[in-house]
């Protein structure tokens, strides 16, 4: 396990031995710690570790391994929405110390993914599947709970969700005519849940107007999901905007290694790095 009072050295090398885990699950909430320590650097771990390990000791001690499955998923929630008092921050949707476990942590309140990662890491804990579904602009989970799939909604307090309540959302979140399709609700990888973790910090900092600190958010991304050609070329667009040409020219031509057979992309991307080698001479 990485030190409590992580530095920058500890922080990259963490990060980078996920991305050679690819889809496995990970330590999900330890994962999203580290993350969190960019924001608070010298902030000790060890206090929020503590509490992530008292979330599992009082699933335990509620849930029944001889109860209904709907039982367990009831005390899991209990755990989690009730005695620890986590929901969604409804009121400050859009602050940054949403995404940011250790402060979600502190405040009991964050994004739909914070609060997931939280029920992830406790239900796998009691020796359930749980994985982070793809559902668009909203992050709920799925557990597996002795073969029965079950669907929640961390941010509404744990509420489950059958399938008219996710057509429902659908439709709000991305219009009446759009149908629910399986890949609405598909699995996906941890790191992407990580991604989408820290995506919504990124996209926060370039709506406030702070694109250098939303190039260190892109560049901690591509740690754990150096793969990714979108992170690339969004961090080679970011710094040719700031006049930072040679940085984004090395920035595209990464993201032009790691795309396949996207033809039209690669001739915008390709031509945009000799418009930036252009503009050194």
């Not at 002795?146 to 509404?156: A, K, N, Q, T």
């Not at 699995?187 to 990580?194: E, G, I, K, S, T």
């Not at 190039?215 to 710094?239: K, Q, Y």
């Amino acid at each position: 396990m990485i030190s409590s009072a992580p530095n920058d050295e500890d922080r990259r090398a963490y990060l980078e031995a996920l991305a050679r885990s690819g889809d496995d699950p990970l330590d999900i909430a330890e994962a999203a710690l580290i993350l969190a320590s960019y924001e608070r650097p010298g902030v000790p771990l060890e206090r929020y570790r503590a509490h992530l390990q008292e979330l599992i000791t009082a699933a335990r001690d509620r849930i029944d391994p001889q109860a209904p499955a709907a039982d367990r998923v009831e005390r899991l929630v209990e755990v989690i929405a009730s005695a620890n008092r986590y929901e969604g921050d409804r009121r400050t949707y859009d602050d940054l110390q949403n995404a940011n476990l250790m402060r979600v942590i502190d405040r009991r309140r964050g994004l739909p993914v914070s609060l997931g990662i939280l029920y992830l890491h406790t239900a796998r804990a009691v020796g359930w599947q749980a994985a982070g579904l793809s559902f668009p602009n909203h992050f709920l989970i799925r557990l597996d709970v002795d073969g029965e799939r079950v669907v929640l909604d961390p941010f509404s307090g744990g509420n489950r969700l059958g399938a008219s309540d996710l057509r429902q959302m659908l439709g709000q979140m991305v219009g009446e005519a759009e149908s629910l399709e399986a890949h609405h609700h598909a699995d996906v990888a941890d790191r992407m849940v990580l991604l989408r973790l820290q995506n919504n910090i990124k996209l926060r900092l370039l709506g406030d107007g702070k694109p250098e600190a939303a190039l260190g958010v892109i560049d901690r991304m591509r740690f754990f999901a150096p793969e990714l050609a979108a992170l690339w070329r969004e961090s080679g667009i970011i710094n040719a905007k700031l006049g930072n040409l040679r940085t984004a020219i090395a920035d595209i031509e990464g993201a032009l290694q790691r795309l396949a057979g996207a033809d039209l992309e690669r001739h915008d991307l390709a031509k945009l790095a000799q418009d930036l080698r252009s503009r050194l001479n």
